[in-house]
């Protein structure tokens, strides 16, 4: 058989890029059966891997050699493995972990949004509906499991954010913040802690602030200056504080519905409070960005768009705000002032 010549660069450069769905589920399969808490107190052989993850040995080998070619785990050894220093946040309940991000992630509810993503193209619509059946946020309240899986993953991400944002901004100023469809009240846990003075309220629907009390983020020392306000932000935003927040909130919806969610919020707010959505940042032209990324997310999964600054000047002004300030939160994040024009 006679010599072939080598692919050119631009089409392997491409056919790499695919690579990244091949990745995902391997860091999936990884983070839902735990390998890295297993391999917390040191090495393991992926036989002895095997037997306490109830998986079969060489698969589960194979998954481990791919995942240490990727720089996530280490073989220190034929066939033995320990952590890295990536594979460190694959673990649970420690600082700056995504092991419930990537479970999210690679789940039914993420995933499957993303198998025709084609029609979300040609039609702007959600791929997510129509794999699921239904809206996504109706799936949510049908499945309490996935339903957890979301909430858990939503924590994660903001506590990745977090204490930048708390310290990125002057919230203590306002002396009462608000914020809107909060989820679990990570962030205003955040704030609060980083703004002594300040009082804090988490709006979000009732079935949410249920499993916020659950989990406990506003409680002990923060919980003389918090209270909890059941909230439905396209029927009415609670009014009551200075200073309102929302952090990747409008990029969930349609500038139709974002823009309603606007108008409840300005009837909220007095004519000397403020409005602050914490949103991505799009990044310069033909270059990289997380907002880019996330971008993708929102035409797969819920309809929405991250938006440039420009569009959302054009939104907020809309529903009667005008952007007055653009903070940055490292890179990827900024925080949008607007006050009551």
């Known amino acids: 058989m006679g010599a072939q010549a080598a692919p050119t660069a631009g089409p392997m450069q491409l056919l790499r890029m695919t690579d990244g769905l091949i990745i995902q589920q391997s860091l999936y399969a990884a983070a ?14 992926s036989a002895e891997l095997a037997t306490v993850l109830q998986v079969k040995e060489d698969a589960l080998y194979r998954v481990l050699r791919f995942l240490s070619g990727e720089g996530v785990f280490r073989e220190t050894a034929m066939r033995r493995f320990a952590n ?15 092991r419930s ?3 999210f992630r690679g789940g039914r509810f993420y995933f499957s949004s993303f198998g025709d993503f ?10 997510r ?21 979301f909430d858990d993953a939503m924590t994660a991400i903001s506590a990745l954010w977090a204490p930048d944002i708390a310290t990125a901004y002057d919230f203590g100023s306002w002396g009462s913040l608000m914020d809107v469809a909060g989820g679990n009240g990570l962030l205003l846990a955040a704030i609060l802690s ?45 009014p009551g504080c200075r200073a309102y927040i929302m952090k990747n909130i409008l990029h969930d919806w349609d500038d139709r519905r974002a823009r309603q969610i606007l108008l409840n919020c300005r009837r909220a707010i007095p004519d000397d409070g403020v409005l602050l959505l914490v949103e991505y940042w799009l990044g310069e032209e ?35 705000f005008q952007m007055t300030r653009i903070i940055p939160v490292r890179n990827e994040v900024m925080i949008l002032e607007a006050k009551p024009a």
Request: hydrophobic content about 40%; proline content about 4%.
């Open 194 to 238: 980083a703004h002594s003075g300040l009082r804090g309220v988490l709006a979000d629907q009732a079935h949410v602030l249920k499993r916020a009390r659950e989990r406990g983020l506003l409680s002990g020392e923060l919980a003389d200056r918090v209270q909890f306000e059941p909230a439905d932000f396209f029927q009415a935003v609670p």
């Open 118 to 127: 084609p029609s979300s193209v040609e039609t702007g619509l959600p791929a």
């Open 286 to 320: 033909n270059a990289p960005s997380l907002g880019k990324t996330i971008d993708m997310v929102m035409l797969a999964v819920t309809g929405g768009k991250e938006r440039t600054v420009s569009e959302h000047s054009d939104l907020l002004a809309g529903a009667g």
């Open 101 to 103: 991000i990537l479970i």
């Open 129 to 149: 509906e129509k794999a699921l059946g239904t809206d996504g946020f109706e799936y949510l309240r049908r499945d309490t499991e996935e339903a957890r899986i």
């Open 32 to 45: 839902r059966l735990g390998i890295a808490d297993v391999l917390k107190d040191g090495e393991r052989t």
């Open 84 to 98: 890295s220093t990536l594979s460190e946040y694959l673990r649970t309940n420690v600082p700056g972990s995504i």
